[in-house]
């Protein structure tokens, strides 16, 4: 008879402790995440906040250090196709026109003082397929290419999932790949290697 009753206290224990972590987190909610909502910079280090958000209106912030949608910011990219070699899923597309002697200075230099030698006319990033590993990123020599911290991007047509970053149009491209095949027209023709004198026959003995 006395494990009955104490069963039965056992269980309203139970019940009030679970209620009271309930009733808590109830009145807890009703607070902003500190005073300045979800703009607060210490948002992630407070325990106490809103439940529900006015999405999109509202929307929690992403950490600085995040991996989200990719930026290259193609001012400093040189073309050099580590990026795309590196993705394991084939999501970087590129193409390059090597830069003619006297467009060296119109191409310029990298923000880091590092001379550019190729146009890069296309430069997409297919984000609806990117899994933002990071690879990308890690392997880029002029660091110019990164994650932000913009985590919503959704939209109605597949292809605007793909990013263009070129730095030349169409009929731009088309000119520079004529020049630069004019130039190398005008090249001298590079001089013949000498021939490797005979090997001298080794001399059989009678
Ligand atoms: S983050 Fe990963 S999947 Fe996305 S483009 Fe870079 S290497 Fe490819
Ligand atoms: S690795 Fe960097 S510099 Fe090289 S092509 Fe990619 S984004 Fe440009």
Same mark, same amino acid.
């Given at each position: 008879?006395?494990?009955?009753?104490?069963?039965?206290?056992?269980? @309203?224990?139970? $019940?009030?402790?679970?209620?009271?972590?309930?009733? /808590?987190?109830?009145?807890?909610?009703? *607070?902003?995440? !500190?005073?300045?909502? @979800?703009?607060?910079?210490?948002?992630?280090?407070?325990?106490?906040?809103?439940?529900?958000?006015?999405?999109?209106? &509202?929307? $929690?912030?992403?950490?600085?250090? !995040?991996?989200? /949608?990719?930026?290259?910011? @193609?001012?400093?990219?040189?073309?050099?196709?580590?990026?795309?070699?590196?993705?394991?899923?084939?999501?970087?597309?590129?193409?390059?026109? *090597?830069?003619?002697?006297?467009?060296?200075?119109?191409?310029?230099?990298?923000?880091?003082?590092?001379?550019?030698?190729?146009?890069?006319?296309?430069?997409? $990033?297919?984000?609806?397929?990117?899994?933002?590993?990071?690879?990308?990123?890690?392997?880029?020599?002029?660091?110019?290419?990164?994650?932000?911290?913009?985590?919503?991007?959704?939209?109605?047509? /597949?292809?605007?999932? $793909?990013?263009?970053? !070129?730095?030349?149009?169409?009929? &731009?491209?088309?000119?520079?790949?004529? *020049?630069?095949?004019?130039?190398? *027209?005008?090249?001298?023709?590079?001089?013949?290697?000498?021939?490797?004198?005979?090997?001298? &026959?080794?001399?059989?003995?009678?």
């Amino acid at each position: 008879m006395s494990e009955y009753f104490r069963d039965i206290g056992s269980s @309203i224990t139970t $019940i009030l402790t679970g209620m009271g972590i309930t009733l /808590r987190h109830f009145f807890s909610a009703v *607070k902003r995440k !500190g005073d300045a909502g @979800i703009d607060d910079d210490n948002y992630f280090s407070q325990v106490d906040g809103l439940v529900t958000l006015q999405y999109p209106r &509202e929307a $929690i912030p992403t950490p600085e250090i !995040g991996r989200y /949608r990719l930026y290259n910011d @193609i001012d400093d990219c040189i073309g050099c196709n580590q990026c795309a070699r590196a993705c394991p899923i084939d999501c970087i597309t590129i193409e390059t026109i *090597k830069v003619t002697k006297d467009d060296l200075a119109v191409c310029g230099k990298t923000s880091g003082g590092q001379q550019k030698r190729f146009w890069v006319p296309v430069f997409d $990033i297919d984000v609806a397929q990117c899994m933002t590993c990071g690879i990308c990123v890690s392997v880029c020599p002029t660091e110019c290419l990164y994650h932000t911290q913009v985590s919503d991007f959704s939209e109605f047509k /597949r292809e605007n999932m $793909i990013y263009h970053f !070129g730095n030349l149009t169409k009929l &731009e491209a088309e000119a520079k790949q004529k *020049k630069l095949e004019e130039e190398k *027209k005008a090249a001298p023709a590079p001089k013949p290697k000498p021939k490797p004198a005979p090997k001298a &026959e080794p001399e059989t003995g009678s």
